[in-house]
């Protein structure tokens, strides 16, 4: 089981190697931003290094709102990252599971996801496996209870699609750790990423702050458990630049090594 780090993409594989990182994901765009990514100069450094690569899509994107302005270009970034992202090499892209608007029906985010796939399959598919991500709050986001996450795989299934858990937003989205790789798996079937994070909040708060393991609210043993039983690679995305990851990513290697 490989470890690593959320990293600044001015040069991951330098940041990897500070960490002592054996995987590492960033962003090739803006993540609160609407602009395509600009191809890399270190693309082919990326391909060779032994470094497992996993891209994070913007945070703006949302591909099951009902909302035209949004969902449209969602769909369109989400294949150009997808695009771009293998040509780095990457494992895969990581996308959140979105939402639809206060009162509206979630059955539409769900099938705006499968249309979403649809919609990319007509332009040859996805260059690089999309991974949905878990997310930590709403009432009407798809993939933040697991009853939703049920619902949403029973649309999107059929799909090339993968899974990243993430701990912290399992946690903040009141969702028990102690047995959640054998959930996920029992509807998704597969784990490809575990965002092995800390809360700064508390369970079921639905707020996603992420915190270091020596002091947020999640036992990090759990962490280490899920990671354990998920038997896939897993990065941190936790604070405190290097010096605070390389403790967590330490951590978990002495736990995992027990």
Known sequence: MRIGAHVDPVDPLAAAAERGAEVVQFFLADPQGWKAPEPRVDAAALIAADTEIFIHSPYVLNVATTNNRIRIPSRKLLLAHATAAATVGATGLIVHGGHVGSGE???????NWRKTFAYAAEQGGFATRVLIENTAGG?????????????????VGEFD??????TCHAWAGG?????????VKAIT????????NSSRDDFDSGRDRHDNF????????LVAAVI???GCPAVVETPGGTEGQSADIAYLRERLAQ
Request: aromatic content about 6%; charged content about 35%.
């Open 105 to 111: 029906d979630l059955a539409i985010g769900f099938d």
């Open 139 to 155: 009432d009407n986001a798809c993939a933040r209870r697991f009853d939703a996450l049920a619902r949403l795989w029973d649309s």
């Open 161 to 166: 699609v993968g899974f990243c858990l993430d």
């Open 175 to 183: 969702e028990d750790l102690l047995d959640i790789v054998d959930r």
């Open 189 to 196: 079937g597969r784990i490809d990423l575990v965002h092995a």
């Open 214 to 221: 020596a002091s947020g609210t999640i036992d990090p043993d």
């Open 228 to 230: 354990r039983a998920a």
